[in-house]
């Protein structure tokens, strides 16, 4: 009787209390999104501990990602109190890892071993090819590492790679004896990778029958979340483990598999009903999450995916239809980050918490016009699962290479890009130049140049050194014909720097690349790269405050996994942005509808309302390409949409006649100069300008006032750059527009 119920069984369907309850033997539900799996599974730990089923470090719950084992804990502990600390729960990983470091010794680890992280990886990779003498140019080394760490993810130690899959003619047929040679040689280091952790503990679990029978006996319940992204070898791990009891429960949604590009299968979940024969499945229907019209939207574009396991939704509850999807067709980029952020105002006036607010794009590179229009705005925003653009690396050493040329005694950025990519200034030759630096007491560049005029280094480093000088000295001078964005292009082109990164294997350096064309293109609203800079100042500085507090989500799709929204902005739906033509090119049939389920995991982050945008044309470097709203946007059905677009009001005037921001009444000319301005009145700092413009300058004993380092006695200038003793913030570097002087 329902009276008798304990309290937390109170509220679920009754699907969701079978799931709940039927706690002995193999157990799948295999829902939709938004049907309250990850509140089973919380339901189902709580249950199992409550009732006292089996005590909690007798239970092992896997979740994706750190933060929902981090919620779960949480939600737990909020029932039944401290006991959940004592719950196995935690990422495959981190609970692999919990097992090796007790049993590290028996596959010749020492139990203080170091996890390696990618850079070390591919460095000890690299080292062991050119020890057996492989082309690193034909074969690089981050391809061969892909493919290692594919064989991890299938489960198969070296011995165990198939024969017809050892890579053929792949690094001169030599894959598998590099293989071989990595593991051994990360032994001997006392140290292992990511892929090492599973692949250790299934080798410990299949040769010590004594640790697995432990192991088995011990879990006596597995709850596993997001299991449609579960790789080869962490089903062999939760198979392995929950030969014991059986008392496996394994939640997911085949519609969500968006990880098969690191290795995630979805056929596991046909495997589990097939390895665990009499398991029950248990389907949700009843959809908690979105307004019927976004799941009618949802599920009529997976119908698009064949090979699925089907299943429909339904609303639970709702009697409204809610809003319809909005889809708006805009210009360019800058008009649609302009209409989203318009559409977030509009929505916090009206009552709505930023923090019910997500964009969610399908790349990284996509975030940069957003997080400037926030900054503009002065939305607080938060970046969640990855850097804010100007953090990220690449963009830092572009960065570098433009405050080098702008200011050629910038010796942090004369470090970073000295040797990158790599012109063979070695170690050797960067002494050479700190100690010629130090002796002259002048900035590492000016050094550079005497050490060129001695013969302190040996030709080669030496003719390196020549053409890095020579070529900024010649960007440096290009700066007063090209305008900042055709000089960046010509320097990350004319320095190698951008076929360094066209030429990487790594799974994430197509998106580094996108990001720097992203940067050439962001560069075209300066008329100086001495704006520019100023601007990355004054963005990073408003960044760190936007942290804590009330704040809207920026993040990929990919990150959005299992999270939930009340407002859902989904930019950049045209043909090659998503689905993405990358994805296309290298995955086929199969990628088309991954990206299709990638938006599938989109549109059913919301609760109430999605916006969908897509621009009439994007401007790649410096050429404008027309663009083709999305194939996923016909997909959804007219009677959930409603369809709308401003570009027809532009007069092809590039998005320039509409107000670009209500506070600042700049209407028609949005140059950047006046929206620097009105940033800055918005910002209380019109005084900065006004000493800018009428002071022109500083000179030595000058008493001057910096808003974040109070007041303070400048004891050196150096072009643009004052250094300041102030009273409080002792001896400082500023730039002098960001100083005024005091009265
Ligand atoms: P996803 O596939 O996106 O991971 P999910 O199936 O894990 O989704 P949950 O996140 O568990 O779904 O639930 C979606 C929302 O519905 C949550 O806000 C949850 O609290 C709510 N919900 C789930 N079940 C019920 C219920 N029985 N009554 C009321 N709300 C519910
Ligand atoms: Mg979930």
Avoid at 382 to 399: N, S
Avoid at 493 to 502: A, C, N, T, V
Avoid at 507 to 514: M, S, T, Y
Avoid at 525 to 550: C, I, Q, R, T
Wanted: with cysteine; net charge negative.
């Amino acid at each position: 009787p329902v009276g008798m119920d304990p309290p937390w069984l109170t509220g679920l369907n009754p699907e969701q209390r079978q799931a709940v309850t039927i706690t002995e033997g193999p157990l799948l539900v295999l829902s939709g999104a938004g049907t309250g799996k990850t509140r089973v599974l919380t339901t189902r730990l709580t249950h199992i501990i409550a009732s006292r089923l089996a005590q909690p470090w007798r239970v092992l719950a896997v979740t994706f990602t750190n933060r929902a084992a981090r919620e779960m804990r949480e939600r737990v502990s909020g029932l039944i109190g401290p006991a959940a600390d004592a719950v196995w729960l935690g990422t495959f990983h981190a609970l692999a890892l919990r097992m090796l470091r007790k049993h590290a010794d028996k596959v010749g680890l020492q139990s203080g071993f170091s996890i390696l992280d990618s850079d070390d990886q591919n460095r000890v990779l690299k080292a062991l090819m050119e020890e057996a003498g492989v082309d690193v140019k034909k074969w690089p080394v981050v391809m061969v590492m892909g493919v290692i760490q594919r064989w991890k993810d299938r489960g198969w130690t070296p011995d165990q790679v198939p024969g017809q899959e050892t890579g053929g003619e792949i690094a001169g047929g030599r894959l598998l004896e590099l293989y071989r040679a990595y593991q051994a040689r990360l032994l001997a280091l006392n140290a292992c990778d990511f892929g090492d952790l599973l692949l250790h503990v299934l080798v410990i679990l299949r040769d010590h029958v004594e640790v697995l029978a432990a192991y088995q006996d011990q879990f006596r319940y597995i709850l596993v979340d997001e299991y449609q992204d579960t790789n080869t070898a962490q089903y062999l791990w939760l198979r392995l483990l929950a030969r014991g009891h059986r008392n496996i429960c394994c939640v997911g949604d085949d519609d969500q598999s968006i990880y098969s590009w690191r290795g995630a299968e979805v056929g596991n979940i046909l495997r589990f009903e097939h390895d665990f024969p009499g398991a029950q499945v248990v389907r949700l229907e009843r959809n908690y999450r979105s307004t019927p019209t976004i799941l009618g939207a949802a599920s009529a574009l997976i119908r698009n995916n064949t090979g699925r396991l089907g299943k429909d939704l339904r609303a639970a509850g709702a009697t409204e239809d809610g809003d319809p999807i909005r889809v708006y067709g805009v210009w360019d980029g800058p008009a649609e980050a302009r209409h989203v952020v318009e559409q977030m105002e509009s929505l916090h006036r009206r009552g709505e918490r930023l923090a019910s607010m997500a964009v969610l794009v399908r790349a990284g590179f996509q975030t940069r016009e957003f997080e400037e229009r926030l900054i503009t705005t002065g939305t607080p925003y938060r970046m969640v699962g990855g850097l804010r653009f100007y953090e990220r690396q690449e963009i830092r050493d572009a960065m570098a290479y433009l405050r080098l040329i702008e200011q050629p005694a910038d010796d942090l950025a004369f470090e970073r890009i000295i040797n990158l990519p790599k012109r063979g200034l070695g170690d050797a030759a960067l002494q050479t130049i700190h100690l010629s630096s130090r002796a002259l007491g002048c900035p590492l560049l000016q050094a550079a140049r005497s050490v060129l005029e001695t013969d302190e280094l040996k030709p080669k480093p030496r003719a390196a050194l020549r053409g890095f000088v020579e070529a900024i000295d010649e960007w440096a001078a290009l700066r007063e014909q090209m305008d900042p964005s055709e000089l960046a292009a010509t320097v990350l082109d004319g320095s190698g720097y951008l076929e360094m990164w066209k030429k990487d294997k790594s799974p994430e350096a197509p998106g580094r690349v996108e990001n720097l064309q992203e940067f050439i293109r962001g560069l075209e609203d300066y008329d100086s790269l001495m704006d520019f800079l100023e601007h990355v100042s004054l963005v990073m500085e408003n960044d760190s405050k936007a942290e804590s507090g009330d704040a809207v989500t920026l993040m990929t799709l990919h990150a959005a996994k299992g999270l939930e929204f009340d407002t859902v902005f989904l930019p950049g739906w045209e043909e090659e942005v998503f689905p993405n033509r990358r994805a296309l090119d290298e995955g086929g049939v199969s990628a088309l509808e991954e990206e299709r389920r990638l938006a599938y995991v989109g549109l059913t982050r919301a609760r109430k309302r999605v916006f969908i945008t897509h621009a009439s044309q994007r401007r790649i470097f410096r050429d404008w390409v027309m663009c083709v709203p999305s194939r996923f946007i016909g997909e959804v059905p007219e009677e959930f949409k409603e369809e709308d677009s401003d570009v027809g009001l532009m007069g092809g005037g590039r998005g320039q006649r509409e107000p670009w921001s209500s506070w600042d009444g700049a209407g028609a000319d949005s140059g950047w100069g006046q929206r620097k301005q009105a940033f800055r009145e918005k910002e209380g700092l019109t005084w900065q300008v006004a000493a800018r413009d009428s002071a022109g300058g500083f000179s030595v004993g000058d008493r001057v006032f910096h808003q974040k380092f109070g007041h303070g006695r400048v004891c050196a200038v150096d072009g643009n750059k004052l250094e300041v003793d102030f009273d409080k913030a002792g001896r400082k570097k500023v730039i002098d527009s960001f100083v005024s002087a005091e009265p």
